[in-house]
């Protein structure tokens, strides 16, 4: 791509919200993350599937870029991310429109620490989060080891928190 050409695109995709700072494709890490740590893990264990920067590959895996910020607002939307990271997802879901159906893997075998702090750097490094909002905490993550959830049923919890029916 000539620099004229890769300017015109890194402006088109910056005005459609999708890139923010210093981030040029979607493989670049976002620069200066807040969760450092968090940043290290997803991009050894997440950014396969969901792309460095989050915005995910169609009919692969999902966008984190704009459902993370929402899920953190609220104590159900806050219990389903520590779920969807502990048992993973399987099953048709719905994105910004768009859909997917596949399944994502489950990360129990991270201690509590290390997947709050993964969850964190999704929440607000790729999907903005007002700094308002609290992190999550490692004990957030030790509530839910008991659950024994499986993927589906994740996705089920996953409709009722965003208030559609569970398909
Ligand atoms: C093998 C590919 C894959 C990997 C690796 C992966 N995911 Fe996923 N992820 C998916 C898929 C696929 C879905 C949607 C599942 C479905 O269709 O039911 C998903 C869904 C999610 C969601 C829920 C999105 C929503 O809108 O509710 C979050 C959050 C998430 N992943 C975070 C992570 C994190 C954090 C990691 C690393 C610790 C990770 N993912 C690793 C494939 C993956």
């Not at 969760?35 to 599937?49: I, K, R, S, W």
């Not at 995910?56 to 520590?82: H, K, M, N, W």
């Not at 702090?117 to 999550?136: C, G, K, R």
């Amino acid at each position: 791509m000539t620099q004229g050409r890769r300017r015109v695109a890194v402006v088109v995709l910056a005005a459609a919200g999708v890139l923010s700072g210093a981030a040029a494709n979607a493989d670049d890490a976002p620069a200066a993350p807040r969760f450092a740590e968090g940043a290290q893990t997803f991009l050894a264990n997440c950014a396969v599937c969901h792309r460095a920067t989050g915005v995910g590959q169609p009919g692969l895996a999902p966008p984190l870029t704009s459902y993370p910020a929402r899920y953190i607002a609220t104590a159900e939307g806050r219990r389903q991310l520590v779920l969807t990271a502990l048992y993973g997802m399987f099953g048709e879901i719905t994105v910004d429109e768009r859909h997917f159906n596949f399944k994502m893997p489950d990360f129990s075998r991270f201690d509590d620490a290390t997947l709050a702090a993964v969850l964190n750097f999704v929440v607000f490094d790729i999907s903005h989060a007002a700094a308002t909002e609290a992190p999550l905490q490692p004990e957030d993550v030790a509530r839910e080891r008991s659950a024994g959830l499986s993927g589906e049923a994740v996705r089920r919890h996953r409709a009722e928190v965003l208030g559609a029916p569970a398909s």
